[in-house]
């Protein structure tokens, strides 16, 4: 599907009063849960190498989602935002008393597991510097944001979950505002940089920011209104089948950019997931400001703790 045929597909999902997920659709995406689970069952270990904790020899009964809004998820939350980075989340789960710091954190723990794919190359410019996001998208592993990339437009946007998203892809494709993916770094540094000199931090990023390095395999978006104005911008690079979206910004001062930011992240995840993206990663789940850990909830983000299966 072509970037306009995707775009045109988005805004009709969205604007259609039926929101069933096809069958098909459903059917894949069991097949392929079934093999991502056998791929848990075959890697999941701890991290100094033993066997997970399991109920009745099953590792996926005792993963239990960490979900937004609830207790463990709040203290996880505030924890993460006073927590030194780097720290073993093991080690400090040893060290705290019983309570609920401790019972949040276990709940970190034992968020179930995304598994990767990537190869050498792949780890070892995952863990480099990217210079269009101006900083190393990498994270680490345990608790990150991440979206199960959806494999149709239909599933995606499906449901009351995604209510907010198809209402404010309405607002925006009502505004005239169109999402398309950049012909190049130069293109899109044009509409960045009107975006970015709309924002405080603007000139600060600029600064930092530079051309994709050659085998790096990153895609710019922009989303623009009817006069062709950037409103919004998007960047994600691709290392195997897990991505990072490294930036999604707006222009503060536009009166649709907080519907723009739902439309250009479902146009980038779907496009994403046509070029072979399995997840989507946005940083740690946990660390992040909590208007933005609510957007995030809405888009379908959950907490996942990483496992990289690397091959040469």
Not at 104 to 129: G, K, M, V, W
Request: glycine letters at 6%; charged letters at 25%; a positive charge.
């Amino acid at each position: 599907m072509d970037h306009r045929n995707l775009y045109d597909v988005i805004v009709h999902i969205a604007h259609s009063r039926s929101t069933t997920v096809p069958a098909v659709s459903a059917v894949t995406r069991a097949r392929a849960d079934a093999k991502q689970n056998d791929r848990i069952d075959a890697l999941s270990r701890a991290d100094d190498g033993r066997p997970e904790p399991t109920v009745d020899g099953d590792p996926s009964r005792w993963r239990r989602d960490l979900r937004w809004g609830t207790p463990e998820f709040d203290a996880a939350s505030d924890l993460a935002r006073r927590m030194a980075e780097g720290r073993r989340l093991t080690t400090l789960i040893k060290a705290l008393p019983r309570g609920p710091q401790r019972r949040a954190l276990l709940a970190t723990h034992r968020a179930p597991i995304a598994i990767a794919h990537l190869r050498a190359s792949d780890d070892r410019l995952l863990r480099s510097f990217v210079p269009p996001a101006g900083r190393t998208v990498f994270s680490g592993t345990r608790a990150q944001a991440v979206l199960d990339v959806p494999m149709s437009p239909y599933e995606y946007l499906s449901g009351k979950r995604r209510q907010a998203v198809r209402t404010n892809i309405r607002q925006a494709a009502r505004a005239g505002i169109i999402c398309e993916r950049s012909a190049g770094y130069l293109d899109w540094m044009d509409s960045a940089e009107d975006v970015l000199a709309a924002r405080d931090s603007g000139a600060e990023a600029l600064a930092t920011m530079g051309p994709p390095p050659n085998g790096a395999r990153t895609l710019l978006y922009a989303a623009k209104d009817a006069e062709g104005m950037p409103v919004a911008v998007a960047g994600a690079v691709l290392f195997g089948d897990l991505a990072y979206l490294f930036t999604l910004l707006s222009d503060p001062d536009h009166k649709t950019a907080a519907a723009s930011r739902y439309m250009l992240h479902t146009f980038v995840a779907l496009d994403l997931g046509q070029e072979g993206a399995r997840h989507l990663v946005v940083g740690s789940a946990l660390r992040e400001r909590e208007g933005n850990q609510y957007f995030q909830h809405l888009l379908g983000y959950r907490v996942r703790n990483l496992r990289l299966d690397v091959t040469p």
